[in-house]
């Protein structure tokens, strides 16, 4: 059964088609176009009633929330592909640690700033200059703390790619490039290697000539 991707130009949605890209996983995927109010249709409403993407469809088993999909596929489709999880408990555990890290410390503020920057004149507000500069603030911090933690690791989760890793990617790209604040993760030296890193997987690469990213104009 081919595994259905909604809404692959965004970032969300990129996660979960590079992760199946690793994992070996077939898939095809479905336009949704937020910008025209396609996550609103009471058709899509009926697969995620928050109106939000990613959605997969695998038969008759939908999922929705990227990194909910990322910890299924991922176990789904252990035994194949590059193993996205670790080979103990303990492995797990430090992956599991810092997918939760992106989500709570570092998605948010680098969520805002790709709102703020890339959509904001789509979407019919302005740019908040303020909201701006606090979510780069707070963004640095969690970069600080995770250029401590690359000194002495090679990836976020320990010596091996992983999800915890595989979750920055689509983000991290609009801030490197649509938003030019590669700066960011260039003044710190063992991010910007652990960067280098992971956007260079030929599975990223893929993603990225496949799905192009909407343009901020």
């Not at 070996?24 to 910008?35: A, I, N």
């Not at 058709?43 to 939000?52: A, D, H, S, V």
Request: charged share 30%; hydrophobic share 35%; aromatic share 12%.
């Amino acid at each position: 059964m081919v595994v259905k991707v909604y809404g692959p130009a965004y970032a969300s949605p990129k996660r979960v088609l590079v992760c199946l890209i690793e994992k070996e996983v077939e898939f095809e995927t479905v336009p949704v176009d937020l910008l025209k109010g396609e996550h609103k249709d009471p058709e899509y409403l009926k697969l995620q009633p928050f109106g939000t993407i990613p959605v997969t469809q695998d038969g008759e088993y939908t999922l929705y929330e990227s990194r909910a999909i990322l910890r299924y596929y991922a176990e789904k489709y252990k035994s194949q592909g590059t193993d996205l999880l670790g080979k103990t408990v303990e492995e797990r555990g430090l992956v599991e640690n810092w997918l939760e890290v992106e989500a709570q410390s570092y998605h948010p503020p680098i969520y805002t700033l790709t709102i703020q920057i890339l959509f904001s004149s789509k979407l019919g507000f302005p740019r908040d200059e303020n909201l701006i500069k606090e979510s780069e603030e707070k963004l640095a911090k969690v970069l600080d703390i995770y250029e401590e933690r690359l000194s002495k690791s090679k990836y976020l989760g320990g010596d091996f790619f992983s999800l915890a890793d595989l979750s920055h990617l689509p983000f991290t790209q609009y801030l490197v490039d649509q938003m030019g604040k590669e700066y960011m993760i260039r003044s710190r030296k063992h991010v910007s290697a652990w960067w280098d890193d992971i956007s260079s997987r030929p599975s990223w690469q893929k993603v990225l000539q496949l799905y192009p990213a909407p343009s901020k104009n």
